[in-house]
């Protein structure tokens, strides 16, 4: 019963490729976040969505995609692969704006390995 | 958000208690601080959050000054598995919060 699952855990590809990654939760949240872990273990995020609307989108390529089907399922798609998108990227959910403690909620990440 | 600077890394023995002193000196009235840590290969998990004085959970406690333009987080008789790094966020949680993670403290626990 993991709270945030993404797959997959691993992906190595070739520079040029177009990839996804998928992030579910089932803690019944309304807010779903994409980040970016680079080598240097910065954290930063990238986007965030609530009630599969798009609210916040930082500067990030437009080679990235973040696609909500539903509101427990935030993928990110990513075209034309670079060597800089090598990292690990994790998926957070949290409860909408109503609730005081906005305790995110992190998936186990996805390590990205571009060649 | 308001801007943390962390000690960027810390060394303790188990069964200590280690205090990891975070200051934000632009922190606004609305803020709140959140505390979060890492374990390696993993996603950042949510440790602690208050506002002022003092806060205790299960896994540590949080001590705000009165200025509250620092904040110490406490862990109480430390163990090997509390090896990890420990990220200090200061952020309006209203709304949709946008989790700002500076570089964190790196603790490391020996025998």
């Known amino acids: 019963d993991t709270a945030v699952s993404q797959t997959p855990k691993y992906l190595v590809t070739q520079m040029g490729n177009d990839k996804s990654i998928k992030c579910e939760q089932n803690l019944g949240h309304d807010t779903m976040y994409w980040y970016k872990q680079d080598s240097k273990k910065f954290l930063k995020i990238m986007f965030s969505?609530?009630?599969?609307?798009?609210?916040i989108n930082e500067t990030v390529p437009n080679r990235f995609s973040p696609k909500s089907p539903d509101k427990a399922h935030l993928n990110l798609h990513i075209n034309s692969l670079e060597l800089g998108d090598s990292a690990v990227y994790f998926c957070?959910?949290?409860?909408?704006?109503?609730?005081?403690?906005?305790?995110?909620?992190f998936g186990p990440g996805t390590r990205l390995t571009v060649l | 958000l308001a801007k943390t600077t962390q000690p960027i890394s810390m060394d303790s023995y188990e069964g200590q208690e280690v205090n990891i002193t975070c200051s934000h000196n632009?922190?606004?009235?609305?803020?709140?601080i959140t505390w979060y840590q890492q374990f390696p290969s993993q996603g950042p998990r949510f440790i602690i959050q208050g506002y002022k004085t003092k806060v205790t959970n299960e896994v540590a406690s949080l001590f705000i000054p009165a200025d509250r333009k620092s904040s110490t987080l406490s862990l109480p008789r430390v163990s090997l598995s509390d090896t990890a790094v420990y990220y200090c966020l200061v952020g309006d949680i209203t709304g949709f919060q946008k989790l700002v993670f500076g570089t964190g403290t790196r603790l490391l626990v020996s025998p």
């Open positions: 969505y609530n009630n599969k609307e798009l609210i």
């Open positions: 957070a959910s949290s409860q909408d704006r109503e609730t005081l403690n906005n305790e995110q909620f």
């Open positions: 632009n922190i606004a009235t609305n803020d709140y």
